[in-house]
Every structure is written in C-alpha cells, then in structure tokens.
C-alpha cells in the first residue's frame, strides 16, 4: 500500500499544554483514519478513528481532524498529562487493509 | 475475555532455525492479522486472514507462512530465520473487514531476535 508520513517523529511538551501530530496520505482509496497509542512494552491500542465522510471527532480531550481534500489528518490532545506519554502512531484503512505511520514519541513533562 | 494473546513473549533464534509464533483471540472474530514493528517504525503487515481456511499476503510476506484452521488462531511460521526477521511481532483481531472497518485489537507482541 501507499505509505503514510507522520509528523514529528518526537514531540516534548510540558504537562498541560496542547500535542499536535500530523499524517499525510496519498492514496485516495483511503476511506478510515484510526490513532493508535502504544505504551512501553505493549500492543498498539486504538484512541480514536475517523471516516472519510467526517470532518472532525473528539472524545474528551482528543480529537482528530481529516482534511480529504488536501488529504492529511492530524491528532490534537489538550491538556496533556503525563499518562498520555507514549508512543503514537496514525494510520490509514483502504480495501480491509491497514498502513502506519512511522509512529510520533510523545513526552509529557509534569 | 482474554482479548488477543501471543506466546511466547521473546525468543532467540539461530540462522536457519524454524519456528512458530501463536496468536489466539477469544472474541469470536473473523479478521486475524499478523504485522511486524521494527526499531523506530511503523508496523508493516506480513499477513492477514479473513476467515478459517482464507489468508492473503500483506506487505512483506517473505519467508513465513500462516495458516487459519480455527476462527481463534492464527499461527505465523517461519522457516528459516534470517537476522532481517529480527523484529517485534504483534497479532490482531478485528470483528470486520471491508470499506466499513472497526477497530483491531492487538496482542501484546512477541520480540524475535535471529543471530
């Protein structure tokens, strides 16, 4: 499948604050953008997901945004805590298939 | 539920050497995928199946094999173990398939170390 570029590959932010990641695709099949979190040691496991008929989604403190059009989707966390350190990656759902992207560490310093 | 389970955790192997990595979900289903996470990537699918008796390559197939008897299992093969293989391996169910995708639920991962 096509890859997915992820941005930035470490991300540093003092508890609190907003962490932004981003994602870029190019294969317009692409229809499910799922973010995965995946702490030390263990399986990615899924935070939110978005479709493609959707613009935007939150839960709680995450929210995710899908631009088709210019085709990148970006993961927006407020209030940053420092349980949220981990590593994350987004991904993209085209024919049943799932393609990551090469995953954004993330640390929350209290 | 135990959810997606892989045995065993870590293993070292020799050149040339074969194994057998277990995947087992009790979720009842229908969708198994095996992906492989190397240092600082992404995880990359090696194969995938979408029900008993039905498996297709992914992205990186080459040098294992799968098999689906059962809807809970879903063991990744490898023959003959090459360093490239050195990798973390990670099982995943999901309850669909197709354009309308629910969520897959990992295993907590096997790491392979071939010297």
């Known amino acids: 499948g096509e890859n997915v570029e992820q941005h930035p590959s470490t991300l540093s932010v003092q508890e609190g604050d907003s962490a932004v990641i981003k994602c870029t695709y190019s294969?317009?099949?692409?229809?499910?953008f799922p973010w995965y979190k995946q702490e030390l040691g263990k399986g990615p496991q899924l935070i939110i997901d978005i479709r493609s008929n959707v613009g935007e989604k939150k839960d709680q403190r995450i929210a995710v945004t899908l631009n088709k059009t210019a085709k990148h989707f970006s993961l927006h966390i407020t209030e940053t805590q420092p349980e949220d350190s981990a590593v994350y990656f987004c991904?993209?759902?085209?024919?049943?298939?799932?393609?990551f992207g090469q995953g954004t560490i993330l640390t929350v310093h209290p | 539920n135990a959810g997606v389970t892989q045995t065993p955790k870590f293993r070292i192997l020799k050149i040339g050497q074969s194994m057998t990595l277990q995947c087992t979900q009790d979720m009842n289903h229908n969708y198994m995928y095996w992906y492989r996470q190397d240092p600082g990537m992404g995880l990359k699918l090696i194969y995938y199946s979408v029900g008993a008796g039905i498996t297709d390559k992914g992205e990186v197939p080459n040098g294992y094999n799968v098999s689906r008897s059962t809807t809970e299992d879903f063991p990744l093969r490898l023959e003959l173990a090459a360093p490239s293989q050195t990798s973390v391996y990670f099982c995943?169910?999901?309850?669909?398939?197709?354009?309308?995708?629910?969520?897959?639920?990992f295993g907590p991962g096997t790491r392979l170390t071939v010297l």
């Open positions: 995943a169910s999901s309850p669909s398939y197709g354009r309308d995708y629910n969520e897959q639920f």
């Open positions: 991904a993209r759902g085209s024919y049943g298939k799932l393609t």
């Open positions: 294969d317009s099949a692409s229809n499910y």
